[in-house]
């Protein structure tokens, strides 16, 4: 996949304030909410808030972390479904690597995983 490249998470993404937005933290990294203004020319014609995946490069030290971040990467981009989120963006800056998913209220994988095995297991 192409990732391009900025100083800073806060370079491309002036609204995000640290664990002010952070929504969730795990393994593959940290989540945060963040407005994300489009625009056109100079000119801003719409904000969205995006879901922000921080992965710091050095969670991905070995070559098969960094090859299975990548494939993340390919298989959201690939994804065209109204039930998955959208993957807007991904770059990089020296020390993270950064996905611009879109936004979406609920809750995480590991609740609904839970919710389905309770569910499985009070059906038996």
Same mark, same amino acid.
């Given at each position: &996949?192409?990732?391009? #490249? =900025?100083?800073?998470?806060?370079?491309?993404? &002036?609204?995000?304030?640290?664990?002010?937005?952070?929504?969730?933290?795990?393994?593959?990294?940290?989540?945060?909410?963040?407005?994300?203004? !489009?625009?056109?020319?100079?000119? !801003? /014609?719409?904000?969205?808030?995006?879901?922000?995946?921080?992965?710091?490069?050095?969670?991905?030290?070995? #070559? =098969?972390?960094?090859?299975?971040?990548?494939?993340?990467?390919?298989?959201?981009?690939?994804?065209?479904?109204?039930? /998955?989120?959208?993957?807007? *963006?991904?770059?990089?800056? &020296?020390? *993270?690597?950064?996905?611009? !998913?879109? $936004? $979406?209220?609920?809750?995480?994988?590991?609740?609904?995983?839970? /919710? /389905?095995?309770?569910?499985?297991?009070?059906?038996?």
């Amino acid at each position: &996949p192409t990732i391009g #490249y =900025h100083a800073s998470v806060n370079q491309r993404f &002036p609204t995000l304030k640290g664990d002010l937005a952070k929504v969730g933290s795990g393994g593959g990294g940290t989540v945060h909410f963040v407005e994300d203004n !489009i625009t056109a020319g100079n000119q !801003i /014609i719409s904000t969205r808030t995006l879901a922000v995946k921080v992965v710091k490069k050095s969670t991905a030290r070995s #070559y =098969h972390m960094w090859k299975l971040l990548l494939r993340e990467v390919e298989l959201q981009q690939e994804c065209n479904h109204p039930n /998955i989120a959208r993957l807007y *963006e991904v770059f990089q800056t &020296p020390t *993270e690597v950064i996905l611009g !998913i879109e $936004a $979406a209220e609920g809750r995480s994988l590991r609740q609904a995983w839970e /919710i /389905i095995k309770r569910q499985d297991h009070t059906s038996q």
